[in-house]
């Protein structure tokens, strides 16, 4: 299981809209679903013969029998989930803040929490709140292309989230995705793994190979809805980067190149894909405290970047700093790792190397961490007895 459960960076305002979205869905579970999904539907409710026809049951079939294995919730998701072979303009957005349980509720709210904060504050608040309806509308009526004469409602955020994923995918393509690998009993861990390789995955793996595979057999068309969703948000990306709609007027951040180098501005460069003037800034900042006002993932994320860049010195700079001033902090591994693999390089260092590396051994969060560490170790192993030089002075 490969399950997402946070992002970095994240943008500095409060993401309030996505706060109230995710409020108003758990309020309609917690007011609507649960106590419903408790209560027998009334038998003079006029919808349940209706619905009863929907789903196939014909003949003298007794009532009695059929009613058992309802709930008043399946009337009213029948009444307002949007029904393609009885289109409603209102069930095209009142489906998409209905579920079908509790796991349903939880796992679209996840995805919502996590990338929907970039997307509103790229937007703002009222073009994102806007954009969010479209994408439900959006994926809804892509649903609806393949199973024209349905009467099976379709339900949940899935779609409008998938949306809001693809404005992700294409305006935050350096951002990073913590996810949880639960390969039971082989790996357990979290890893930061880059959003579009998350991204890509949640929309081919998990939705488009199960869409066409089934879609085959004359079904599949649930995935229809996150694939539609995920497009659309494409396609207003797409669009509102060429055409002046004025959606992409506000870059994450607010970040600008006369933005004065804070604390604060480094996120905000980051998150608008400025690494080289916030792993820059991030250098000038003289103090401990303005150092750590920046958050540890931001601060390694910067580390790796010059270290990708072959600026070994300055990203060996921010990573000592690092362990020098944040030394029970997430990703503390990361940062002796990296420091020693940068020292092993050259052989005159091997002695500091083998300390950084052996103190990331022993804080090693994740297996790939522990075994890089053991393998710079070995390395340095080898070379002392190859040079017959001591391991410490």
């Known amino acids: 299981m490969l399950l997402p459960i946070a992002d970095s960076p994240n943008p500095p305002s409060p993401p309030r809209v996505t706060w109230w979205l995710i409020a108003l869905n758990v309020a309609v579970y917690l007011a609507v679903t649960l106590p419903l999904g408790l209560r027998p539907p009334a038998f003079d409710n006029p919808l349940l013969a209706e619905y009863l026809r929907a789903i196939g ?30 289109f409603s303009l209102p069930t095209l957005f009142s489906s998409i803040f209905l579920h079908a349980g509790l796991f349903h509720l939880a796992g679209n709210m996840l995805f919502l929490y996590i990338f929907g904060d970039n997307v509103e504050h790229r937007l703002g ?13 959006a994926a809804t009526l892509f649903f609806a292309l393949f199973v024209p004469g349905s009467l099976v409602p379709l339900i949940g955020a899935s779609g409008a989230i998938s949306g809001v994923m693809g404005c992700y ?4 393509p350096r951002n990073r995705v913590r996810v949880f690998v639960f390969l039971f009993p082989f790996l ?13 995955f ?21 995935y229809g809805a996150h694939i539609g969703g995920f497009v659309a948000g494409l396609g207003l990306v797409f669009i509102s980067d060429r055409v002046k709609f004025g959606l992409a007027e506000k870059t994450l951040g607010d970040w600008s190149p006369e933005t004065p180098c804070s604390p604060q501005s480094i996120p905000q460069a980051v998150a608008a894909g400025e690494l080289d003037a916030a792993s820059r800034c991030y250098l000038e900042l003289e103090q401990a405290a303005q150092r750590k006002a920046v958050t540890p993932e931001t601060a390694l994320l910067l580390g790796d970047y010059l270290l990708g860049k072959g600026e070994h010195r300055a990203a060996l700079k921010v990573f000592r700093r690092f362990i020098a001033e944040r030394p029970n902090s997430p990703g503390l591994d990361r940062a002796y790792l990296a420091a020693g693999k940068i020292l092993l390089q050259q052989a005159r260092y091997a002695t500091s190397a083998y300390h950084y590396l052996l103190s990331a051994l022993d804080l090693a969060t994740t297996p790939e961490i522990a075994g890089a560490a053991r393998a710079g170790i070995a390395q340095i192993e080898d070379m002392q007895r190859r040079g017959g030089r001591p391991l410490v002075p």
Do not use: C, H
Not at 125 to 137: I, Q, V
């Open 169 to 172: 995918f294409l305006w935050f």
């Open 202 to 222: 949640y929309l081919v793996v998990n939705n488009l190979l199960p869409f066409l595979a089934l879609y085959t057999n004359g079904s599949g068309v649930a």
């Open 125 to 137: 608040p009222w073009k994102y709140l806007l954009a969010y309806l479209f994408f439900g509308a």
């Open 57 to 86: 049951v014909q003949g003298p079939v007794p009532y009695a029998s059929i009613v058992e294995q309802l709930t008043a919730y399946d009337l009213l998701v029948f009444k307002y989930g949007f029904r393609p072979a009885a």
């Open 188 to 200: 357990i861990t979290t890893l930061m793994i880059p959003a579009r390789w998350v991204l890509g």
